[in-house]
């Protein structure tokens, strides 16, 4: 089993930027940690991370067809691309949508996921721990044991 990790604009910067928000994990971190997980249950984790919304668009389109599921954080993409809307209801995978900060705790901008309706679920203010758990998650959903997929 395949598990394709995708992380949008900005994320790359983790670990230096807002650390009074986003902490002081970076992403490579974040994905070593992931992939740990993902060890003990033998499953492969690709990881990309891009702030180009059309990569991110691509990598979705590919994963049709080489993944069993998406853990993803579009970022700011979450709340204006339909683009990634679009991608997400094409691949046909279940997507767990992760944010690392609680959004709804944040501006009024950031409450709304254009993203999250074609998701399986969403993920919100657990810090880099979102990341496992949206690893979990789609392990259940994957296993079959929940219908929301
Ligand atoms: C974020 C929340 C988004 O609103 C923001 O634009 C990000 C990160 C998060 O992980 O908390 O870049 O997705």
Redesign the pocket.
């Known amino acids: 089993m395949r598990i394709l990790v995708l992380n949008?604009?900005?994320?790359g910067l983790l670990g230096t930027r807002e650390p009074e928000?986003?902490g002081r994990v970076t992403l490579a971190g974040i994905v070593e940690s992931v992939k740990a997980r993902a060890a003990e249950r033998g499953v492969e984790i690709v990881h990309l991370q891009s702030d180009v919304e059309g990569a991110l668009v691509a990598a979705l389109g590919k994963a049709r067809s080489s993944c069993d599921g998406v853990i993803m954080?579009?970022?700011?993409f979450?709340?204006c691309s339909v683009a990634l809307h679009d991608a997400i209801a094409a691949c046909g995978l279940p997507v767990v949508e992760?944010?690392?900060?609680n959004?709804y705790r944040?501006e009024g901008y950031?409450h709304e996921s254009l993203t999250a309706p074609c998701c399986a679920g969403q993920i919100?203010g657990f810090g880099p721990y979102g990341y496992i758990l949206a690893f979990d998650a789609l392990m259940e959903i994957l296993s079959a044991k929940t219908v929301n997929k």
């Open positions: 949008g604009p900005n994320l928000i986003y954080n579009p970022a700011a979450t709340h992760v944010h690392i900060s959004v944040r950031r919100t």
